[in-house]
């Protein structure tokens, strides 16, 4: 491992464990004092908002990573590569906030609440403006930790001092929102710092080269909403705010133990890109031993989720939350299931050329759960939507898994390991 992907790799857990802890600190806080039902309301808005972060995003944060890691050392090539990602997200910006505004106006079940969908959409701001994926390219993530650690911690510093009670849920949610915006705004301006860039103004034929490179990657990530940030969403319209906030309370003490696997993830996509480009061998070598290694970690710890989950809810979120409990058991197994899925797909197929066929997989599963979601939901509620996103999970990682034994990849992996 080189001294430049150990340092990402260390900055990346900083930063996720500040991502993970920090909430740990505050949902808690959060779920005591506004109570399920405001809690789920939030967390709905969030769910809704996300597919706004999701536009603009566009898989910049895979193929822009990936196009910044390939161009590290051209500086006139990595400023055209910027300015085209940043008009491009800023312009889905505005068409996101133009398509917002409809829906509140148009939908009186959103527009009802419009002051918290408002402040919650500054979070997509705060995407937009936070060029995470440039970072990850130039693997200088050390950098933007502390900023981001900084900004988590004075959202939950205001939250303890503001946040009092149900009627207090404006000042959670635009806190929490803002905090992004600020975060962005600081990254942006530490960028001077960490490279050197030529900066020029993209043609049209460069808008339309940086959104064909991201387009499989956004059907991917569009495709990965449908079983994921989309479940809270529709558990919310067939149910009411309560349920929603049991689940959500559940989902967030999964994602942190998720989570756990992000850091090492985000830092080896690049670096594999950058050993593929060298040796076909090398790269697929060591992504035989990142599966080995993250397939051991993520089972442990999904293991241990599904042992202490109602230990977990009752001291991270008291006995009013115990219907949590039987929903992180269901979903305990997905750091295992998502961390072998991240190495057949994202590690393997976008860096070997199976980007149509990565694309493919999570449409399908995608459209699988939302045909699973609706009647189990309707069935047993925040259970039953649990239940669909583990089938739907299993069924990608299975998947993937035969496309890549179909392609002799596994094989590929075998000889690697050997030669090494």
């Given at each position: 491992m080189t001294s430049r992907l150990r340092e990402n790799i260390t900055a990346l857990f900083v930063l996720k464990g500040a991502n993970a802890?920090?909430?740990?600190?505050?949902?808690?806080?959060?779920?005591?004092?506004?109570?399920?039902?405001?809690?789920?309301?939030?967390?709905?808005?969030?769910?809704?908002?996300?597919?706004?972060?999701?536009?603009?995003?566009?898989?910049?944060?895979?193929?822009?990573?990936?196009?910044?890691?390939?161009?590290?050392?051209?500086?006139?090539?990595?400023?055209?590569?910027?300015?085209?990602?940043?008009?491009i997200k800023l312009a889905f910006f505005a068409l996101g906030g133009l398509v917002l505004t409809a829906v509140l106006v148009l939908v009186p079940r959103f527009g009802a609440h419009w002051p918290l969908y408002a402040l919650i959409y500054l979070s997509v701001l705060g995407s937009v403006l936070f060029p995470v994926w440039l970072y990850q390219g130039l693997e200088r993530m050390r950098p933007?930790?502390?900023?981001?650690?900084?900004?988590?911690?004075?959202?939950?510093?205001?939250?303890?001092?503001?946040?009092?009670?149900?009627?207090?849920?404006?000042?959670?949610?635009?806190?929490?929102?803002?905090?992004?915006?600020?975060?962005?705004?600081?990254?942006?301006?530490?960028?001077?710092?960490?490279?050197?860039?030529?900066?020029?103004?993209?043609?049209?034929r460069q808008l339309r080269a940086t959104l064909a490179d991201g387009w499989h990657v956004f059907l991917s990530t569009a495709a990965i909403s449908l079983y994921t940030s989309s479940n809270v969403f529709i558990l919310g319209l067939l149910t009411n705010p309560v349920?929603?906030?049991?689940?959500?309370?559940?989902?967030?003490?999964?994602?942190?133990?998720?989570?756990?696997?992000?850091?090492?993830?985000?830092?080896?996509?690049?670096?594999?890109?950058?050993?593929?480009?060298?040796?076909?061998?090398?790269?697929?070598?060591?992504?035989?031993?990142?599966?080995?290694v993250q397939?051991?970690?993520?089972?442990?710890?999904?293991?241990?989720?599904?042992?202490?989950?109602?230990?977990?809810?009752?001291?991270?979120?008291g006995g009013q939350y115990e219907p949590s409990v039987v929903l992180i058991r269901w979903m305990a197994w997905l750091p295992f299931i998502i961390g072998l899925s991240n190495v057949f797909g994202i590690q393997t197929m976008l860096n070997f050329d199976m980007k149509r066929s990565f694309t493919r997989i999570l449409i399908a599963w995608g459209l699988w759960n939302l045909a699973l979601i609706v009647p189990l939901t309707l069935w047993?509620?925040?259970?039953?939507?649990?239940?669909?996103?583990?089938?739907?999970?299993?069924?990608?990682?299975?998947?993937?898994?035969?496309?890549?034994?179909?392609?002799g990849i596994f094989r590929e992996m075998a000889v690697a390991g050997q030669s090494r």
């Open positions: 802890l920090l909430p740990l600190i505050l949902v808690p806080y959060l779920v005591r004092v506004l109570g399920p039902e405001k809690f789920g309301l939030i967390a709905f808005a969030q769910a809704f908002i996300q597919y706004f972060v999701l536009l603009t995003d566009y898989g910049f944060n895979l193929s822009a990573t990936r196009a910044a890691a390939v161009c590290r050392d051209d500086p006139g090539r990595l400023g055209l590569l910027f300015a085209s990602v940043m008009l933007i930790t502390a900023v981001t650690v900084v900004g988590r911690l004075l959202v939950v510093a205001g939250v303890l001092l503001w946040v009092h009670g149900p009627g207090d849920y404006l000042i959670a949610a635009g806190l929490q929102s803002g905090a992004s915006v600020v975060v962005g705004i600081l990254a942006l301006g530490l960028l001077r710092r960490v490279m050197r860039v030529h900066w020029s103004w993209p043609d049209l349920a929603v906030g049991y689940f959500s309370a559940a989902e967030k003490v999964v994602k942190a133990f998720q989570d756990a696997l992000g850091p090492v993830s985000q830092s080896v996509y690049p670096h594999i890109a950058g050993l593929g480009a060298g040796s076909r061998a090398a790269a697929l070598g060591f992504i035989r031993k990142l599966l080995r397939g051991l970690v993520t089972f442990a710890t999904s293991a241990l989720l599904f042992a202490a989950a109602g230990p977990i809810v009752r001291v991270v979120f047993r509620g925040g259970e039953g939507t649990a239940m669909s996103i583990l089938i739907t999970e299993i069924g990608v990682t299975v998947t993937m898994a035969a496309a890549l034994a179909r392609k």
